[in-house]
């Protein structure tokens, strides 16, 4: 019934992560590399992404996810489409669907690089009737972009932070008229020139800050929201589509249905500096790990992952314990997030010219300004590092990796607290 | 055999027309067309069938263990649920009997269990037990501290709402019942086209005409009841259920439907299982005075929270799927209302509160009895049809799903091919449910038949992509 297979490395997900993963790996010479990807097209979110940002200046998402593609199949990897990898039939074994049928694919070693989305209005508990016209911007973009369908007239953007900008400019691109941004936070959680200039368009768009979307109106159809401030005051405005940008979350089903170990802060697979998970033979990058970096940040974690990989096929041992690297209020979550015996935590240089080298990811729930950034393992300070910047939620905040092998493999939890 | 959603209605009388296409309405016109060679209509106000309470409730098949005893709710809960168990298993309706624990939290609540227990073996149902606290916890490892015991009732089960409703007007349309869509009946009047007496139902699509009328509407039974009659033997007060379904990686946290002992204030607040893999949190119980107030509410949604928390509080760190609400319909008095009139050629079918998905099958048994008594030689309800069986489209996750099944994608590789990926709806699925016999009206109406859009991620993947595929089949496909 289930066709049985055997590869070197599978890699789950042909976005940035997966396709840069497998490049790297297939042109090293790592075996049988092979992709899958359960959408009809491979690249990932950038294939919805019609704006520029994406690599070097100007290179718009799908111009960026099909060079990646390319560049994967040049290297000799194998982008398998139109295939979902659904559930695991052991330890490396992947049970998939596709058009021509079921397998069971097994591998040496599996990466995972499943992406993430953002939460929907009905996992952030807004209230109301449940109308047409509710969108994240995932959706809509795939909506306005790939298959160019009618969204609506006037549209409120919940969220005001890149990726919002991103869903206002694919509002625009629909003729859809923006009545507002609304955002819980004081400001946007742009820059102030990014903001401004992403507001002025062919109308000006309000933003309203210390506000939330109360409720969604309407019966059939959108008709508006009503909006709560900060001070309790309401008041409705009109609109028959909204979209909930950000807020992103890993997509860990696979993981988590493999028995792979989450880390409670970022809600992705728990991953040492190398991408180990805590299940020998499973890797995890990209968005899949943390939500939502630039894809450029998924890449490099993409191209960083080939290393680890190769030793792991070469016979490398898989580190037993783990000291979890947790994070102190007001920061949220930092990724990788397990300090492994023999890993130096997210030392890995980048192999890729112009990569930052290893870094871990990290974000807060407040504002924090020019934070100072402190490690400290069983009281002993292991890094100190202060970041020249206001630092808002929902922004990438960067901690150097060259703390990590100070750190004790056999001691408490590493902490990062903002000094 | 026909459905239609616009234009004219056609002129020529019908023998019975049902409105309110629900599940209520929905096994009405099934049985009228299972029986009889007669010109049955099937009138509803939505562009869907079961749109109104019938998709927004709690899913579960009732033993009828706690109804009222001697009620006719009791009986027709109790006998519901044994039609609508073995037609499920026939027309593949997913069941899945899981069993419910109700759970005493306190003494109060242990000390009445044994009133539970007798009053269930008074409802004919004599397979509940009480089990200590050991035991709960043995079942339900994850509940939260202190239960100190429970009554089981094994026979409750978990079913699925959507192809219940479906499964019945497929079967009724392929068995020659005119589905109306889009046609809230607004008018009741009376009208003598040859000479027979007839109602006029005027509807925004026109006027249907009809000897006799079943009034299944619903929420709205008490208004069409003083539309036709002049009056009415009671008022609806919708009563609504706010529900928090979770995400299906949840599921594994809890076995059986877990209810609370019930007190004054109603039956509470329940944690169960969905057949399509999920978790249900709800429902509140709010007396309100609009029909139409179907949303969620904050307070609702933390109240439900907060209760959740002290039943199985690792549901609580799990993502939300969906929130929804429904409206029971609730009179003032303690049972159904259903009631033949007649002089005037209707029967009422209303109050139809908690416990109608369950009881679905045997009020339209016991509603086409009373018509048949009420309308005597005028129409020959003698003699039993027969009605071809339906074969729904499975939907739950205890049986294999069209993505699992190698031979159907050999056949076919449409099966094969994932569109929505959260709750894995292929787009062979998609297509068959858009050319079916009861195409759906809508995105939602699509997603009841097959689930896509209705995963964690709603639409963020797949929405696109699944509207596409609606509006190309909706021009060519479903031809309406
Ligand atoms: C709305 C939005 C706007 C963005 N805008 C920008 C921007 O302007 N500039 C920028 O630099 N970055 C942007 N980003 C971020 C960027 O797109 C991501 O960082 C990047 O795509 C992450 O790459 P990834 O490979 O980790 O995940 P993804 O690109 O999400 O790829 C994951 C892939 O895995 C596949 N997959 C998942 N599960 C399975 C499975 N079980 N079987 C098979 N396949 C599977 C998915 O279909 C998907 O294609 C944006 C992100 C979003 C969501
Ligand atoms: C929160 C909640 C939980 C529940 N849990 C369960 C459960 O676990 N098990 C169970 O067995 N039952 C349960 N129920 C009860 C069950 O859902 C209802 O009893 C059942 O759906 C009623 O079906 P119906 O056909 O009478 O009503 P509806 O589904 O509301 O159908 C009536 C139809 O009539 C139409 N209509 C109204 N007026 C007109 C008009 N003038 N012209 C044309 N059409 C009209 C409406 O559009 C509607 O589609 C629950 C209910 C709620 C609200």
Redesign the interface.
């Known amino acids: ?2 066709r049985q297979r055997h590869v070197d490395v599978l890699v789950v997900g042909a976005g940035p992560a997966g396709l840069a993963a497998a490049t790297r790996l297939a042109a090293s010479g790592a075996g049988a590399v092979e992709v899958l990807e ?2 009809a097209r491979a690249g990932g979110v950038p294939r919805h992404c019609h704006h520029g940002g994406f690599g070097r200046w100007g290179v718009t998402g799908p111009q960026y996810a099909e060079s990646l593609v390319e560049a994967a199949l040049g290297a000799g990897a194998a982008v398998r489409t ?1 295939v ?1 990898a ?1 559930g695991w039939a052991g330890a490396l074994s992947l049970d998939t ?6 397998e069971r694919i097994t591998a040496r070693a599996v990466v995972l690089a499943t992406g993430a ?7 952030r ?1 807004v ?4 109308p ?1 016209g509710v ?2 911007t ?2 809509l973009q ?2 306005v972009h ?2 160019r ?1 009618e969204i609506g007239t006037r549209a409120v953007v919940v969220g005001a932070e890149p990726v919002s900008y991103a869903a206002l400019s694919a509002l625009r691109h629909a003729g859809v008229e923006v009545a507002a941004l609304v955002t819980e936070e004081a400001r946007a959680q742009v820059s102030p020139v990014r903001a401004a200039a992403a507001r002025f368009g062919v109308a000006r768009v309000p933003l309203v800050t210390g506000a939330v979307v ?3 109106l309407g ?1 059939g159809r959108l008709s508006g929201v009503r909006l709560r401030r900060r001070d309790g005051r309401e008041r409705v405005l009109a609109c028959d589509t909204v979209v909930f940008t950000g807020d992103f ?1 890993p997509d860990h ?1 696979l993981a ?2 493999g028995g792979v170990l989450l880390d409670p802060g970022t809600r992705g697979p728990a991953v040492d500096g190398s991408f180990r998970t805590a299940s020998p033979g499973i890797f995890a990058v990209g968005n899949g790990v943390h939500a939502v970096e630039p894809a450029r940040v998924a890449a490099e974690e993409g191209v960083r992952v080939a290393g680890p990989v190769r030793d792991r096929l070469a016979g490398a041992g898989w580190p037993s314990g783990a000291v979890p690297l947790v994070v102190e209020s007001p920061l949220r979550w930092v990724a990788p997030n397990r300090v492994a015996p023999g890993a130096p935590v997210g030392a890995e240089v980048a192999e890729g010219p112009g990569g930052p080298g290893g870094r871990f990811v990290l974000r807060t729930a407040e504002a924090v300004f020019c934070p100072l950034l402190v490690v400290t393992q069983d009281g002993r300070c292991l890094h100190r590092q202060r970041v020249m910047r206001r630092v808002l939620p929902n922004q990438g905040l960067y901690l150097s990796g060259s703390w990590a092998g100070d750190a004790d493999a056999g001691g408490g939890p590493v902490r990062v607290a903002v000094g | 055999m026909s459905v239609t959603a616009k234009g004219p209605l056609p002129s020529e009388p019908y023998d019975v027309t049902v409105v309110g296409a629900g599940v209520v309405g929905s096994a009405i016109a099934r049985e009228l067309a299972g029986h009889h060679r007669l010109r049955i209509a099937l009138v509803e106000a939505s562009g869907d069938v079961g749109d109104g309470t019938s998709k927004a409730n709690t899913a579960i098949l009732h033993t009828g263990f706690d109804a009222v005893p001697g009620s006719l709710e009791a009986r027709l809960v109790r006998e519901g649920s044994r039609l609508l168990g073995a037609y499920a298993a026939e027309s593949g309706i997913p069941v899945e009997p899981v069993g419910a624990l109700l759970v005493a939290w306190d003494e109060e609540q242990l000390a009445a269990l044994p009133g539970l227990l007798k009053k269930a073996e008074r409802n004919g149902y004599d397979e509940a037990h009480i089990i200590g606290a050991d035991e709960v916890r043995a079942r339900e490892p994850h509940l939260g501290e202190g239960a100190l015991g429970a009554l089981s009732v094994p026979g409750e089960s978990i079913i699925c709402p959507w192809t219940t409703t479906l499964a019945y007007a497929t079967q009724a349309v392929r068995g020659g019942v005119d589905l109306h869509l889009n046609c809230a009946v607004e008018k009741v009047g009376a009208s003598s086209p040859d000479g027979s007496a007839c109602h006029a139902l005027t509807t925004p699509r026109g006027v249907v005409r009809t000897r006799y009328l079943i009034n299944a509407a619903g929420l709205h039974a008490d208004a069409l009841d003083r539309r036709l009659l002049g009056r009415g033997e009671f008022t609806v007060t919708p009563r609504r259920g706010q529900l ?2 979770f995400d299906k ?1 949840a599921r594994d946290l809890v076995s059986h439907i877990l209810l609370p002992v019930p007190t004054a204030l109603g039956k509470g607040v329940l944690v169960a299982p969905t057949v399509y893999g999920n978790v249900l949190l709800g429902p509140t119980a709010e007396e309100l005075d609009d029909k ?1 107030a ?5 307070d ?2 933390a109240g439900l929270r907060a209760k959740g928390r002290r039943i199985l509080p690792a549901l609580l760190d799990e ?6 609400a429904g409206l029971r319909a609730a009179t003032e008095h303690d049972d159904y209302q259903i009631h033949a009139c007649p002089e005037e050629r209707c029967i009422t079918v209303g109050g139809i509160r908690s416990t109608g998905l369950t009881a679905s099958m045997a009020i339209a048994e016991y509603v086409v009895g009373l018509l048949a008594e009420a309308a005597g030689p005028d129409l020959d309800l003698t003699v039993p049809g027969s009605l071809d069986p339906v074969s729904m489209p499975n939907l739950g996750e205890a049986y294999p799903r069209p ?2 099944r ?2 159907l ?2 056949t076919d ?2 099966y ?3 569109v929505c ?2 709750e ?1 709806v292929t787009r062979g699925e998609i297509r068959d449910a858009l050319i079916s016999t009861v195409p759906p009206g ?3 109406g699509l997603r009841r038949r097959t689930r896509a859009r209705g995963g ?6 797949c ?3 699944v ?2 595929l609606f ?1 190309g089949w909706g021009e060519s496909g479903a031809g309406r």
Do not use: K, N, W
Request: aromatic share 6%; glycine share 12%; net charge positive.
């Open positions: 019934m289930r359960r959408d139109g979902s659904t669907t596709g058009p021509h049928g079921l989305r953002e939460r929907p209005r009905t996992a508990l209230p109301g009737t449940r047409a969108f994240t995932g959706e795939q909506a790939v298959y369908q109360a409720e969604l019966r979350v089903e988590r249905r | 928090i379904v990686l139409r179907t949303g969620t509410t904050e609702g949604l993502e939300v799927t969906a929130v929804y993505y699992q190698a031979d994608i050999a590789p449409a094969g091919s994932i990926h959260c894995r809508s995105l939602d964690r991620c709603q639409g963020f993947y929405g696109a992509a509207r596409e509006d």
